[in-house]
């Protein structure tokens, strides 16, 4: 089946299968360096998008569902080559070091954010609770996302 | 239906669905928020012809009426924990449901089919006595929950039917839910209590229910316990003695995770946290 949608802005149409993961899709068929394929069953949150908005594992979600719908993955988030100001404080807190689970981070810091612009600890610890970090010991992650709250 | 020619199927409403069910029964694969399902797929388990996506039916919604309050199957976690008046139970359990996305996703409808270590929410409801709503060829039918679990991933179901809606008629007065992983802020049910409680104007249980999560494959009533509770006023010896029975003639989940004896150990544990918080609080 064909489907069409929006990636980052970008009108695309791709044949996928109805059992495809959207995660598959986005990286074999399509390509995308923006999302991570970690674990594929919902426990990293590497391939996390938003689509529509919403915060979604991609490899839990079928490529069917996003037909007509729009898929930002974190490259989607700079505006003009001009990085937004998560991303920005994510740079200038340290809070990538290989990267793998970045994509994910800002993602579910950015969903957070709009709903609670000055989350507790606790509350960013349980938002966060589906994104696995194995680099920075989660400090520099959290003090960007405190640093954009903040603001 | 648009895409009916090309596996992925959307219908617009209950009774479309009901109508591909009856086509298709076991070959399609209904999805709901997607989070158990689509591994099903992508890890091999099944193969199935068609998926019956459920985005587009409408039973996203918590109705709080007078006496009772019903729940659309379709309806994200994040959104009990945005609902007022819903029980306690269900509200620990929804909140209990780690990291944004999963919270958004995950639907209540999917995880009473979802086996342990899930099911934090199937088990709040089952201490509630709710009630699903089933719709399929012959109509509309009311199952309990307590007499929904067959069996491990056997069903009260039937191949033509899906589940609308849970329904809890006369929501206790108190209820609580609680439990381990292992881990503060994510990781599998190790084992969950939820307890709902009405009480007499002299303090004894006029109805007392106990349900017990992620020590069998779906969550049960623990019925004994149930039973020394009603019609006694609560007291620290009464639920001791009751803790010891909770898991009484059952087979506990033994794995990698925990063994048989530590899941015991812990819902004694956490059972008996929710009732001596209960009677602190008079
Ligand atoms: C990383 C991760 C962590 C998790 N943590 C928890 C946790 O802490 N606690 C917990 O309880 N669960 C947990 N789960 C499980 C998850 O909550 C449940 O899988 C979820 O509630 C299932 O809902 P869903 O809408 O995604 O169901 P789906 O995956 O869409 O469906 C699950 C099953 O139910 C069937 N189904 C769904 N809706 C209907 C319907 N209306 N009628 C008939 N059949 C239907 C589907 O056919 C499928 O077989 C976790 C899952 C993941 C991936
Ligand atoms: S790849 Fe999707 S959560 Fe790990
Ligand atoms: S920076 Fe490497 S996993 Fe987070």
Redesign the pocket.
Known sequence: MRIRFKLDGQDVEVDVKHTDTLLKVLKDKIGVGSVNFGCG???CGACMVLINGRLR?SC?TLAGYVDGKEVTTVAGLARDGELSEIQKAFLENDAAQCGYCTPGMILTAKVLLEKNPTPSDEELFDALA?NLCRCTGYIPIINAIKSVAKR | MSLIASGYLTPANVQEVVSLKRKLRDKA????????????ISKMIIEPQAIIS?EKVP?NYVKIRANSIEIG??TP?ARLIRSRGLPDALKR?AE????LA?KD??????????PA??????TALLALDAILILRGGGGVRSVPLSKFYKGPLQFN?RPD????AVKINKPPKHSAFLKQ?PWKY?G??IASVSVSLDLDRNGKARRAMVALGGLTTHPYRAKKVEKMFTGKKLTEQLIDGAAQQLTDGVEVIDDALASSWYRRELAQVLFKRILYDFISRG
């Open positions: 069953e919902g426990s594992y839990l589906g | 694969l209904v999805v709901a928020g997607g989070t158990a399902a689509v591994q099903l459920l039973l199957a379709t976690i359990a209990s449901i780690h990291g999963l996703m995950a639907t209540v409808g999917g995880n009473i089919f979802t270590p899930a099911g934090d929410i199937a179901i039917e899906i589940l609308t992983t994510s599998p049910t």
